[in-house]
DNA sequence: TGTAGGGACCGTAACGTTTCAGAACCAGTT
DNA sequence: AACTGGTTCTGAAACGTTACGGTCCCTACA
């Protein structure tokens, strides 16, 4: 008796079910499986819900019974600003999002800050898979997860044994720019990429650190590069590559500010990011160069933006990346393992890009 | 016997202290107070957890024991594509996004679709909390989070007598911003503002329902505009009022068209978002009207498109809005119930407003 | 009149963890 | 020899729910 007076404690389905005389799955089956009990009862559960103010199960204690947390976690690379600054991140994020409401679960953004080498987030996380965007191979919050005996999926990764991978081909996409601009004409260029390891290194990279760099989108989109190069003849390790550890249109101006300083006669500046060629476009303003006629930019991304400024750049459908991770974790067909999925992207020919001035050109003589 | 070899069921925090001849609580304490137990017996436990394959406390147990589920849940508008492609909205989610971070919490985005009524997305959130940011005052998901036992803070919304808000002044701001109009001498203007209910409604709007909308910012913002342009003698019945669903620069450019068919004569357009304005921009080039010399068009936001733009309109700490509301959920200080956190903003005049075109102007004559 | 069938409800056993109040032990102090 | 204080570990009780395999009773049909 002080018991039902007394209970300044939540209610809960027990105390509903005592306070009725029922049982406790009759309660449960009052929300959970209204055929399952007549409706003259269940609504007079329903009403004394109502009335000692319980607020339905517990989403918790469901979670644990049924193992569904109703939910996918998003670990996303370390700066978390970063990924609502960048057009390309919030379209990933807009089509995992997409795909997570079309299927009615959860997205929870996995609180991974770089400092805090807080594991325990990943460890705490509610969720009944992963989809990881865009982290460096050695991220502890990667390995955390792998861990986690949920499936996962992850993006613009280097391929792992156990998990499944959404991506494009950013070898053959970024060949094809180079292509480009070697049919134009250019042989001395300079790069501006994002940064390439969990360190901070605004400066140029060595050789050695292109190939060791942990961001496998930027270490192959660099590799690539070198490759297409090379089979023209020129010398790689000429070639000016300045990595930035922010990736601001600000960070693209200086980065760019830095290989024109170091070698001003280059006919091409590759981006590999629009966001930094935007950058890069308005550091070429400053110093009075014409683009394409003095200087060639080109981006990677394919943002609005990029298309604005009629910037020539390779585009990769962001925001159908992140839906087809969240179609894939989410798609519960029972998946020979580690599937793959490798989206097209296309070459966009826009106004940066153009044959190199003469005084360059003539290298190529008659 | 039959049980350890047998065990294909996952490893647990019982069955590791049954292996290791340990109670649970010393496993646990492995886990979550180092300092409880011996270093060596520690090191026994996470070996042969490894050993066993047990991947660390279950998440969701863990939660239910403790009562924390270490996310925060956020309820947004009906269309979740709208989230992502409006730069103030985005800038809310990084404020958001932000403070969670910094407290150690997720953010959970509640799949909230508009189609399916499917409250119980609201149900299954195992989270400590809500932040719901701009959706209509009649939303049923928004009720359902009000019925949670959960602390709550919502955004742009009418002030709720349970819950914790942060917002703007938008009466004194967007009053502000026809004060700015009517010094300038407009006084014949239409309106393009966002929908302002959750049924569609792309055409002009009677005064009935500028009053009946339901979403709180557009119908103060309305109610404030109405006010201001009354006190100077402006018959607001008819100021032509147009609305779009869609909240996107097509919208703005339709709406703007659909204001300038019904009264040409008009001498400036205020549209209560920056996207909206934007597109009315776009349709103005398209008829060749100048701006602002033929036309006066204003914004509201403050994003960068519109600074890029010039756009005269109203400043708003987005990201900060963002913040504040996750500040306010995760404080724990004991809070006199309902907080609120009014934030300031700031009438930027830019070059898309300046004084009517003379033939208007002559109204006021001499 | 017996019985098959189905609707309505129930009891028990998990789900995997943390918490709390102690027990056992050991070394050092009086 | 009794006490103190600390470290290390334990046992049992929650936390709130749903799944599973029933039981019971009533109706309809042969």
């Known amino acids: 008796m002080a018991r039902s007076t007394n209970a300044r404690r939540p209610a809960t389905l027990a105390s509903l079910a005592a306070e009725l005389g029922v049982s406790r799955t009759t309660v449960s089956n009052a929300y959970n499986r209204p055929d ?31 193992r ?5 976690g998003l670990l996303l690379t370390e700066n978390l600003s970063y990924a609502f600054r ?71 990764q280097p391929e792992l ?29 300079g790069v501006v990429c994002m940064r ?42 000429t070639v000016p590559v300045v990595e930035r550890f922010d990736h601001t249109t600000a960070s693209g101006e200086s980065a760019a500010a ?23 476009l308005t550091e070429a303003g400053r110093r009075g160069l014409r683009v394409p006629q003095d200087l060639t930019v080109t981006g990677f991304d394919g943002i609005p933006e990029a298309d604005r400024a009629g910037l020539t750049t390779v585009r990769q459908p962001v925001l159908e990346k992140g839906r087809a991770a969240g179609r894939l974790l989410l798609d519960n067909a029972e998946h020979g393992r580690p599937r793959k999925v490798t989206l097209d992207t296309e070459l966009i020919a826009g106004r940066t890009s153009g044959a190199p001035r003469a005084a360059a050109q003539i290298w190529y003589g008659p």
């Open 86 to 156: 960048d057009p390309a991140a919030v379209g990933f994020l807009e089509g995992l999002a997409l795909a997570c409401e079309d299927a009615g679960q959860g997205l929870l953004l996995v609180p991974a800050s770089p400092e805090r080498e807080d594991v325990a987030a990943v460890h705490r996380a509610g969720v009944d898979g992963f989809v990881v965007y865009s982290v460096p191979d050695d991220d502890p919050h990667l390995a955390a997860v792998l861990e986690r005996p949920v499936p996962t999926v992850v993006c613009d």
């Open 258 to 280: 830095q290989v024109l300083d170091r070698d001003p006669e280059i006919t091409a500046l590759i981006c590999t990011s629009d966001i930094l060629a935007l950058g890069a």
């Open 36 to 66: 399952q009990l007549s409706p003259e009862l269940r609504r007079r559960v329903l009403e004394t819900a109502r009335r000692l103010g319980y607020p339905g199960p517990d989403p918790v204690a469901r979670s644990l019974r049924t």
């Open 68 to 72: 569904k947390a109703g939910a996918v």
């Open 196 to 237: 390439l390891g969990r360190d901070r290194n605004d400066d140029f990279v060595t050789l050695e650190r292109q190939r060791s760099a942990h961001f496998h989108v930027q270490r192959t989109r660099l590799a690539a590069l070198a490759d297409a190069f090379a089979g023209v003849g020129v010398d790689w390790a």
């Open 161 to 189: 044994e156990t998990v499944d991978r959404v991506g494009i081909d950013d070898r053959s996409a970024i060949t094809g720019l180079a292509r480009h601009l070697i049919e134009l004409g250019h042989h001395r260029i």
